[in-house]
């Protein structure tokens, strides 16, 4: 397989994972702050990657050469999560995965500026569809709503977050020197569970932990290991071999499977109206998959 071919692979898995925790976040969201939350699923995920690595090829002493770099990413990381979350508390999840759909337009702005990556006119196409599908959902195919802008405290809140993530994906080929994935994501993540818990460390230490419903530990195991953990290390090999917007498209898949994750847990369907807004999102995502396989032209002889 190709390298652009095994981060295509990796962000579909991606967006499969990152869906469980818009699932079981909506759920944890009401029994415990943002914060306490995110902290013990960083430290937690760092604790992970950190022995994997170290099991591994271990880390090399130029890897923390520039630690800001961590601090920095893992502050864009860590921002993302506690406005998720902060979000879930009043946004539906499939609402909010449709707002994560509007990170791919975000990422390219970001792409350009920082790497002066160039959207072509099929990508520009597939992120406007992918766009009014997810305008479709937050909105929740209400034409008044939308005309007004209507639009949710969490769903708002939560796009502060989504801002945060598309920052972080061109930030990651801009300040890798050649770390590995799991390497560079172990700094990323220690330093995301170092300024959250210090930004949070009043709420962590008034949690009642003993008396937390078992849903919390759920979530927090699983964005700590599969949503954390996992798709760190996906979305670095992925962002570094594929273009910023191209990586972020995966995220229109997102809706899609939260939905069939909402369902997983015995969750209603959104009406057939909404999600006409997550068909938009998945034709979106074909747009630019075909895009990337359009066969090239052989030089002339």
């Known amino acids: 397989m190709t390298p652009a071919f095994k981060g295509h692979l990796a962000m579909l898995c991606f967006s499969g994972l990152v869906a469980g925790s818009f699932a079981l976040g909506s759920m944890a969201a009401q029994h415990v702050t943002p914060a306490a939350l995110n902290a013990p699923r960083f430290v937690l995920a760092a604790t992970i990657l950190g022995t994997g690595a170290m099991l591994g090829r271990g880390i090399p002493r130029g890897t923390w050469a520039a630690p800001w770099r961590y601090l920095l990413l893992g502050g864009a990381m860590g921002l993302y999560f506690v406005m998720m979350f902060e979000g879930l508390k009043t946004a539906a999840p499939v609402s909010a995965a449709a707002v994560f759909t509007l990170t791919p337009i975000m990422a390219g702005i970001a792409g350009y500026l920082l790497l002066r990556q160039i959207t072509t006119p099929r990508m520009a196409l597939a992120l406007g569809v992918g766009a009014m599908g997810a305008l479709w959902v937050i909105f929740r195919a209400d034409l008044s709503a939308l005309v007004t802008f209507e639009v949710g405290r969490g769903e708002a809140i939560y796009f502060f977050g989504c801002a945060a993530h598309a920052i972080y994906t061109p930030l990651v080929r801009r300040l890798n020197r050649g770390e590995r994935p799991v390497v560079f994501s172990f700094g990323t993540m220690l330093g995301a569970a170092l300024l959250i818990t210090a930004a949070g460390w009043g709420e962590i230490r008034t949690t009642d932990w003993a008396n937390l419903p078992v849903i919390v530990w759920i979530t927090i195991?699983?964005?700590?290991?599969?949503?954390?953990?996992?798709?760190?290390?996906?979305?670095?090999?992925?962002?570094?071999?594929?273009?910023?917007?191209?990586?972020?498209?995966?995220?229109?898949?997102?809706?899609?499977?939260?939905?069939?994750?909402?369902?997983?847990?015995?969750?209603?369907?959104?009406?057939?109206?909404?999600?006409?807004?997550?068909?938009?999102?998945?034709?979106?995502?074909?747009?630019?998959?075909?895009?990337?396989?359009?066969?090239?032209?052989?030089?002339?002889?």
Do not use: C
């Open 221 to 301: 195991v699983y964005t700590a290991i599969f949503a954390t953990a996992m798709t760190f290390v996906l979305l670095q090999y992925a962002s570094l071999n594929l273009p910023s917007a191209k990586v972020m498209a995966y995220t229109y898949l997102t809706p899609t499977w939260v939905t069939l994750w909402q369902a997983a847990l015995g969750h209603a369907f959104p009406p057939l109206v909404v999600l006409m807004g997550v068909g938009l999102t998945i034709v979106a995502l074909v747009l630019l998959l075909k895009d990337e396989s359009a066969p090239q032209r052989k030089p002339a002889a």
